[in-house]
């Protein structure tokens, strides 16, 4: 089966600018987390959803940052305006909703760089 | 706040050898246990998972669990350099049935074999 998969793969922007990210889960998973790992630090969490719900958004850092899942499929992460500290390399991972399997499968990642 | 810890490494084993890679934690409530290995510039690739006390094996992994001491490794036999790599240690609250799905990373172990 594809894996997830993100798309760009990297963006470079100038600070106050808007970027636009996407992630698409495996297909038939219906929890889909967004992650950051910013240079020097472990990957953090920032949301998650089931379906096209918001289960747990408590990593998000300010609402600079918006995430959705219209139809429960791929997911959208905006970051408007962008700032430097936004800087990093977001991760989409995707899960089984039941049968008692909580493996998180990882995206290759969106390096984004804010100038 | 919910922390693991990992050795920062690097860890140098020769080829052929065993490599121990060890996590704590200090979220007495996570249940789910996973390791991923992650290359330079890669997304984080699941290898092992780990719900329950004891040990687990798949291949030359092994994941070993203490929920009393908090404590979880990964153990990989006949090292490859093809295993050079860092390794992730991440926990949740999956599989209790309370609590966010999130998972929580360490820094990860940076492991290094040599040939």
């Known amino acids: 089966e594809a894996g997830v998969t993100q798309f760009p793969s990297h963006s470079v922007i100038e600070k106050g600018q808007t970027v636009t990210l996407r992630c698409d889960p495996i297909?038939?998973?219906?929890?889909l987390y967004w992650y950051r790992r910013v240079m020097g630090k472990e990957i953090k969490f920032l949301l998650h959803?089931?379906?096209?719900?918001?289960?747990?958004e408590s990593g998000m850092p300010n609402n600079r940052f918006l995430a959705e899942r219209t139809g429960g499929t791929y997911s959208t992460l905006k970051v408007q305006p962008a700032e430097l500290e936004d800087s990093g390399v977001y991760f989409c991972?995707?899960?089984?909703?039941?049968?008692?399997?909580?493996?998180?499968?990882f995206g290759p990642g969106t390096r984004l760089t804010v100038t | 706040q919910k922390e693991v810890e990992q050795n920062s490494g690097p860890l140098s084993v020769p080829e052929g050898a065993i490599a121990s890679l060890n996590c704590t934690y200090s979220?007495?409530?996570?249940?789910?246990f996973f390791w991923y290995r992650q290359y330079s510039g890669k997304s984080p690739e699941l290898i092992m998972f780990?719900?329950?006390?004891g040990d687990k094996e798949d291949g030359r992994f092994t994941a070993q669990l203490n929920k009393a001491s908090q404590y979880v490794s990964l153990l990989i036999r006949d090292s490859q350099p093809s295993d050079s790599a860092t390794y992730l240690c991440?926990?949740?609250?999956?599989?209790?049935?309370?609590?966010?799905?999130?998972?929580?990373f360490g820094k990860g172990t940076k492991l290094s074999v040599i040939p």
């Open positions: 297909s038939g998973h219906d929890n």
């Open positions: 959803f089931v379906k096209e719900s918001k289960q747990d």
């Open positions: 780990i719900y329950s006390n």
């Open positions: 991972a995707s899960s089984r909703l039941a049968g008692g399997r909580y493996e998180q499968y």
């Open positions: 991440a926990v949740s609250h999956a599989y209790s049935g309370a609590g966010s799905y999130q998972l929580t």
């Open positions: 979220d007495r409530g996570s249940q789910s």
